[in-house]
């Protein structure tokens, strides 16, 4: 019991030396309370998945009632800002191809005609591919608006029994795309903080000279590690915290499964970052080695996390990779966490690949230390 007693004696000294060492800098403090406060707020607004402003070409060769009136639906569109009418096919290409809009829409001569007689008529929508994920949601807004004109169209003289569709939004009922980029990007955030502290708390060790200091006290590598970890470990709930905070009173973001269930849960995905950031101060001499290789960790981590693009799109050897990535983990548990209730089953099916995640991370941190020393 005296050892025990003693052992967590040296290892809370050493957390006080780290918290020291973090807090005595005032750009330390700066650097872990105010930045992730602005990258929340400044992703959540800026990084948007919606087009509003959508410049638009036209160029009606029928000139009828009828396609000035789907002109005039197109121009009253809240998302459309800007529509250029345009008399030729060379002014159209000419447009297109210097960027004056994303969308070109060309009205066919006969195109009254052809819905008047059979309903059926056809009109070129000419997209720009260089800016792909804009062109495929113009693309949908422009199917979703020409389909409500063709009700329109119908409603006057119908040719069948029309088909109703009631549509819900489960989980999410207004869309709201700051709910999905703000939980994303906690996890984000988090990640890349955590990292940062643990991945320099060694490195800075060595490149100051008191690392020797360290190795020559009583305490053993895994002892070490602890002191390493809770200090990081403690800012980032610090950091969790602030961004939980801000997905309150900022964006009404709502916790379906309780804030303790999702203080819970993050506590395993910090512990697999964790070792991942010790692994690279282990294994690094200096500050500049140990942040180049936080970097170069992070760029396949939030590729392959599923937050930029879906899983199931990617090659299957990559899919394979994402299965060993904890960031992967922890946005399934906070959306499921935040939106949409999930039970206890659903938490442990994500809960124990971070836990094997963590527990291979800190072994094989430990077992390097361990080797660096000897």
Not at 149 to 174: C, D, G, K, Y
Not at 367 to 372: G, L
Request: charged content about 10%; hydrophobic content about 50%.
């Amino acid at each position: 019991m005296k050892n025990f007693w003693s052992t967590c004696t040296a290892i809370i000294a050493l957390i006080i030396k780290e918290f020291q060492i973090i807090w005595v800098d005032p750009k330390n403090r700066f650097m872990i309370v105010f930045p992730p406060i602005m990258m929340l707020a400044v992703f959540a607004f800026a990084a948007t998945f919606e087009v509003n402003s959508i410049s638009m070409i036209i160029h009606d060769q029928s000139d009828t009632p009828i396609s000035r009136q789907l002109v005039d639906k197109l121009a009253n569109t809240p998302n459309i800002d800007q529509i250029y009418m345009v008399d030729n096919p060379h002014d159209l290409r000419y447009m297109m191809d210097n960027e004056h809009a994303v969308v070109a829409l060309t009205i066919p001569q006969n195109f009254a005609a052809e819905l008047y007689k059979d309903n059926k008529t056809s009109i070129q929508i000419i997209l720009d591919g260089r800016k792909s994920n804009t062109a495929q949601v113009v693309s949908g807004y422009l199917t979703h608006i020409i389909a409500a004109f063709q009700n329109e169209i119908n409603a006057v003289n119908p040719p069948f029994i029309p088909v109703t569709l009631s549509t819900r939004h489960w989980f999410n009922p207004n869309l709201n795309y700051q709910w999905y980029i703000v939980i994303s990007f906690m996890g984000v955030l988090i990640t890349v903080m955590m990292l940062a502290v643990t991945a320099l708390s060694v490195a800075q060790e060595k490149e100051l000279g008191t690392f020797e200091q360290l190795l020559i006290t009583p305490l053993k590598s895994y002892q070490i590690l602890i002191g390493k970890t809770i200090p990081a470990m403690t800012i980032a709930y610090l950091d969790f915290t602030i961004m939980i905070l801000g997905s309150i009173i900022i964006f009404n973001i709502p916790a379906e499964r309780g804030y303790l269930m999702i203080y819970a849960c993050i506590f395993m995905f910090l512990l697999s970052i964790a070792g991942i950031g010790l692994f690279i101060s282990t294994i690094c001499q200096t500050q500049q080695q140990a942040i180049f290789g936080v970097f170069f960790f992070l760029a396949p981590t939030f590729l392959l996390s599923g937050f930029i693009t879906p899983i199931e799109n990617m090659p299957i050897f990559l899919q394979k990779f994402s299965y060993i990535n904890p960031l992967t983990y922890f946005f399934k548990l906070m959306r499921g966490l935040f939106l949409k209730n999930i039970d206890n089953m659903e938490i442990w099916q994500n809960i124990w690949p971070l836990l094997i995640i963590a527990l291979c991370t800190l072994t094989f941190s430990s077992w390097f230390f361990n080797k660096k020393i000897n």
